[in-house]
Each structure stands twice: as C-alpha cells, then as structure tokens.
C-alpha cells in the first residue's frame, strides 16, 4: 500500500503517546499519577451537561447543522469574543471546528501551496509542525532567544519569501509564557508589513494567573486584527477537552475558504456538543473563574516543589495555561541518561509519574509538567520525582 510521501516525516503526537502508555500501565494495576495530560481535571460544568442532555431529549441531534456551526453558536462565540478581546466579528466570520485542532489544520489546508512556510516558534505546541508538514507546507520553527519567546530578529532569521503565516499561541503551551502588549506589537507589525497572516492561538486565554496582564492579538489595533485569524475553543477554560468544540474567528474571505473545507472534511461540529457550547458560552461564567483560581493555587503551590528539584532548572515562572516547563539537562547528565527521553521513561517505570519530553516541543533539554491534576497528586508526583533524583544519584 502506498502511503503519501509527505507522511514519512510526520510523527504520531507525543503527548497523546504519553497519556496512553501511562493509562495502560494504570490498567495494569500501577500507581501512576499522570502529568502528562492537556486536559483539566474537572467535570463539565453541571450546566453544560444539562443543555446537552435537554438537546438531545428535545431530539435537536438528529439532524446536520450548518457545517460552520450552529448560527446560535456562532453568535455566542462572537459576543464572547466581543466582550473578552474587545473585537467585533460577525456571525459569518466564525467558523466552529471538530476541537481547535481541526481549526488549525483547515486554516493551514487554506492558505499554503505546496512548499509554503509557517514560522513555529520553539517551543511550540506539538502539532503545529505536523500539521503543517500533512497540509503540503513546510514547517519553519524559529528558536526562542529571549526565555520562551521569539522576537522580530528571531522571526528575520528564519522567514524566507514564502512564509505565508505566524502561530502566536500566548498563553503558551508548553511554558506557560504570556507575551506582552509591547512583545506582540512588534510581532504583529513585522507580520503584517511582510503580508504574513498571524494565527493567534488563544486557546488559554482564559487561564492567567498571578495579576498577569494578558494582550489579545484582537487588542492592539485594527490593521493587525484584519491581519489575524483567532483560534480558540471549549476545551481548556470550561473543561470541555472531550466535546470536541472550537473555532476560528477570521477575516471574510479566510472564513468562506474554512467553511468550505469544513463543509467537505468533517460536516458540522456533533450538534448535541454544540448545544452544550452554547450554554457554556452563554450562561454562568463563575466556573471558568473557579477553576482558574484552583489552577492558580495549584501553580503557586507545585512551582516551588519543582523548582526544588535538583538538576531542574526553571527559566521563568507560568503566567498561564496549566504547564511547566523545566531544563532537566543537569538531572540527566548527573543520572547518567544519554537522553531527556530515556530520563521520562525511568522516571514512569520506575515512580508512576508521567512527564513529556521537550523534544515534543522543540526542546530537547525540556520537560514539560502539566499541573491539571489534584493537589495531592502535585505534591506527591514533586516528591517521587525528588526521591528519584537523589537515590539514583
Ligand atoms: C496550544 C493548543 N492549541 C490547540 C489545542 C487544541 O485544543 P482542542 O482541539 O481540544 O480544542 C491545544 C490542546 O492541547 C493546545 O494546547
């Protein structure tokens, strides 16, 4: 069987991997605590699940909706934009996606040509890359000079004649990072003077911690936002990972080139899942904020252990999202591993607790913790991973 050329260099997701090995080992009966996960830990608001209970008994399920989404939907979405990022979108410039994911994917399938580049910068979420690489283009991942962030001289380094577009994700995964009004300000304007689209993905954006200033790229001025497609969904800030829902909110004719996509790749978005984000986006916000808070406590409690760690080393503290991202090159050279991934799976084999290597993200040096876990099991998973570093010292 012939398998496209353009797959040989696109690898299964690494997080994804992660979560499985440690599920299947927990089936096994080991005591795993899994801090591999992109996922909050908590149940859908009660809410949520309510609508999508009340749609599917008022038989609203059986039917496709617009392939764009629900015209509900899109409204809220809108409006939700409007009243977080200030920026005015009608209804037709959202477009409502199988998960943000799927967002991405149809927006890099829209806009490049065989051999047309996206500059990534590293790190970066996993799938940016093997995105792009599937949709016929080429990744352009550009390392960080300045902690986890890029900068217009980074960019210049790396941008050629058919960069065609930019992922600005703030708040980062895998870091945490947020970047400034003054940093994205002079990232939008290099893009837009160079006629490079910006994807802003603001997935975390609801999810800032610590007083942190959090800059929308849909705040800093109209040139930029008409310069901009936002991609955003469900999953993080309302505990909704499995319903699959998010969007991209874009300039028209962008916006026409994803529906028609959508239209032939996956049809609508699952209804009753629509219905559910609608109510998540329309009714009672006080389980975002809740949630946001516990993430807070958790991060302000589980920094320091990590910290603490020997042979960690941790650049800067998160602003955001619900991830830490440490240098381990120290713990692995004294443990005498010949790589941060051979580390990871002693570390599981050996303590239960699962980590993702950095190498997933451009960072080969790097773990990458992920703090959507109960209190306890920070705590203990800090604890496991000190022992283990000292006793194999
Ligand atoms: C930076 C980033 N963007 C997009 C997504 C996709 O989210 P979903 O497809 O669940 O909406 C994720 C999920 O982990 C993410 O971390």
Same mark, same amino acid.
């Given at each position: ?20 090995? !440690? ?7 080991? %005591? ?8 909050? %830990? ?14 599917? !008994? ?8 617009? +392939? ?22 009608? *209804? ?30 590293? *790190?970066? =979420?996993? !799938? &940016? ?18 902690? $986890? ?25 895998? !870091? ?13 304007? =290099? ?21 942190? %200033? ?28 499995? =319903?699959?829902?998010? &969007?991209?909110? +874009? ?22 899942? @629509? ?8 009714? %009672? @916000? ?6 946001? @808070?516990? $993430? ?6 589980? &920094? ?17 999202? $619900? ?19 051979? $580390? ?12 993702? *290597? ?7 040096d790097y773990v990458r913790l992920s703090y959507a876990k109960g209190m306890d099991d920070l705590v203990e998973a800090a604890k496991r991973i000190t022992d283990f570093v000292n006793t194999s010292n």
């Amino acid at each position: 069987m012939h398998i496209a050329k353009k797959l040989a260099r696109v690898n299964p997701s690494a997080t994804l991997a992660m979560s499985q090995k !440690s599920a299947q080992l927990r089936a096994a009966g080991a %005591d795993i605590i899994d801090l591999s996960v992109g996922q909050p %830990d908590f149940k859908t608001p009660e809410p949520i699940a309510a609508a999508a209970i009340a749609a599917i !008994s008022s038989g609203k399920t059986s039917y496709y909706t617009a +392939a764009s989404g629900l015209p509900e939907l899109r409204k809220a979405i809108a409006a939700d934009i409007k009243a977080k990022k200030g920026y005015d979108y009608a *209804p037709d410039q959202i477009v409502v996606t199988n998960g943000a994911k799927f967002a991405l994917y149809a927006i890099f399938t829209a806009i490049l040509d065989p051999g047309d580049g996206v500059l990534l910068p590293q *790190p970066g =979420w996993v !799938s &940016y890359t093997e995105q792009v690489r599937i949709a016929g283009g080429v990744p352009q991942e550009v390392p960080a000079s300045d902690g $986890f962030k890029v900068t217009v001289d980074d960019l210049d380094a790396v941008a050629t004649k058919n960069t065609k577009a930019i992922v600005i994700n703030s708040p980062q995964n895998p !870091s945490g990072t947020v970047y400034t009004r003054q940093e994205l300000t002079l990232i939008a304007n =290099w893009a837009v003077r160079k006629g490079i689209l910006i994807i802003a993905d603001e997935i975390y954006s609801d999810l800032v911690y610590n007083g942190t %200033d959090y800059v929308s790229m849909l705040q800093l001025d109209p040139q930029i936002s008409a310069n901009t497609v936002l991609v955003s969904g469900v999953s993080k800030s309302y505990a909704m990972t499995g =319903w699959r829902i998010g &969007y991209a909110a +874009a300039p028209k004719k962008l916006a026409s080139a994803l529906s028609t996509i959508i239209s032939h790749a996956t049809g609508n978005a699952a209804a009753v899942s @629509q219905y559910a984000a609608i109510e998540a986006y329309t009714g %009672d @916000q006080q389980p975002v904020e809740d949630m946001r @808070q516990a $993430f807070e406590k958790r991060l302000n409690t589980f &920094y320091p252990l990590v910290k603490a760690i020997p042979g960690f080393k941790l650049v800067e503290k998160p602003q955001g999202a $619900f991830y830490i991202f440490a240098n381990v090159r120290d713990a692995v050279n004294a443990l005498g591993y010949d790589s941060v991934d051979t $580390f990871v799976a002693a570390l599981l084999d050996e303590t239960g607790v699962a980590l993702v *290597p950095g190498r997933a993200f451009g960072m080969p040096d790097y773990v990458r913790l992920s703090y959507a876990k109960g209190m306890d099991d920070l705590v203990e998973a800090a604890k496991r991973i000190t022992d283990f570093v000292n006793t194999s010292n």
